[in-house]
């Protein structure tokens, strides 16, 4: 397992990190155990958390899986295991977290409480990686990072991050802790896959001239690109995707529908066609494609069940030829953000 260094900072970690965010809900405590048992063996020091997981999030499961994690890690040596977390911050109108009540703001206050609430949970006394689970523009950056920057100091936190930021608040943050001699962010935290690609353009430039480390979540297109989903509309039973469009709200039928449209199936057909002239499972080519960008420092893997985590760490060592490249790029010429612009629009 390759190792990368997290921005500027001193925090090195495996190039597939483990996320955590089926854990106490698709799998259960000691089907999470297995996965990160072995994804540990493999060598991923790396796992990724958040105080609203498990997802779908619910009052009644707040915070479950921290816990979860946190019980493992007391298996394991403390300073093997790098572990990243985040704070939900302001309401976004489709979870509701325990003692947050309308929008909260990402101050001092909130993030102290969420912290507290986080190291507790996961039983250590730092966290290596302390993420916004979601920019507050309004609020804007300075008390954010004047907390962060305070829980550094503390020993509390090691290093700062953000999650599905935008290239403008990624710059501005920065200017912020430059301004006043604050905390970075080192690494954001963005959707980028096969299937949405958005990050190799803006976002890009700014994690390599601004030396911020990406950290792709769902790698695999939230499963559509394991091609488990079909353009016949034959899509599996306990599925994420195939609950929200026979369940859900009207949010989560937009995000199934932005995730799974006829383009996303093409380019997954096709994509499916490179990897079996490759002789390997779609699922690790994807994942493959992900860590070969120079702006990437850790890609995150997602599994509901053990048997799904191998397909996943075959890409531990595999680097795709130039030829394949050129053939993946190919796809994403014929078929431009197959998740649509719409969806990614109003989804934002």
């Not at 954010?144 to 953000?162: D, F, N, P, Q």
Request: glycine share 8%; hydrophobic share 35%.
């Amino acid at each position: 397992m390759q190792k990368r260094r997290l921005g500027k900072s001193g925090v090195i970690v495996s190039d597939i990190c483990l996320g955590t965010m089926t854990f106490g809900e698709q799998a259960d405590e000691a089907e999470a155990f297995r996965i990160m048992d072995c994804a540990y063996e493999r060598g991923v020091n790396f796992l990724d958390a958040a105080e609203l997981y498990p997802v779908p999030p619910s009052a009644e499961k707040y915070g479950v899986t921290e816990e979860i994690v946190g019980r493992w890690i007391k298996t394991k040596p403390r300073d093997s295991i790098i572990i990243a977390t985040k704070i939900a911050g302001p309401e976004k109108g489709w979870f509701s977290p325990p003692v947050r009540h309308g929008m909260t703001s990402l101050d001092r206050h909130q993030i102290r409480r969420a912290v507290e609430g986080s190291l507790k949970r996961l039983q250590v006394d730092y966290i290596d990686l302390y993420q916004t689970h979601w920019p507050d523009h309004d609020f804007g950056y300075e008390e954010t990072l004047m907390a962060l920057t305070e829980l550094a100091a503390e020993g509390k936190i090691r290093v700062a991050g953000s999650s599905n930021e935008t290239c403008w608040g990624m710059m501005k943050s920065l200017q912020v802790s430059d301004r006043f001699e604050l905390t970075r962010f080192q690494t954001v935290q963005n959707n980028f896959s096969l299937i949405n690609r958005r990050c190799e353009s803006e976002l890009a430039q700014v994690c390599r001239r601004e030396s911020v480390s990406l950290l792709p979540y769902s790698p695999l297109g939230g499963g559509v690109l394991t091609g488990k989903y079909n353009a016949e509309g034959d899509h599996p039973a306990g599925a994420r995707f195939t609950g929200y469009l026979n369940d859900g709200n009207d949010r989560q039928k937009l995000m199934a529908k932005r995730f799974v449209n006829d383009r996303t199936l093409e380019t997954t057909r096709r994509l499916t066609e490179i990897a079996a002239d490759l002789e390997i499972d779609v699922t690790t080519l994807s994942v493959a494609w992900s860590k070969q960008h120079d702006f990437v420092a850790s890609t995150i893997i997602g599994v509901s069940e053990f048997s799904q985590l191998e397909a996943n760490l075959a890409a531990e060592d595999l680097v795709l030829s130039a030829e394949t490249m050129e053939r993946i790029d190919q796809i994403d010429f014929d078929i431009p953000t197959p998740m649509t612009e719409d969806g990614l629009r109003r989804l934002s």
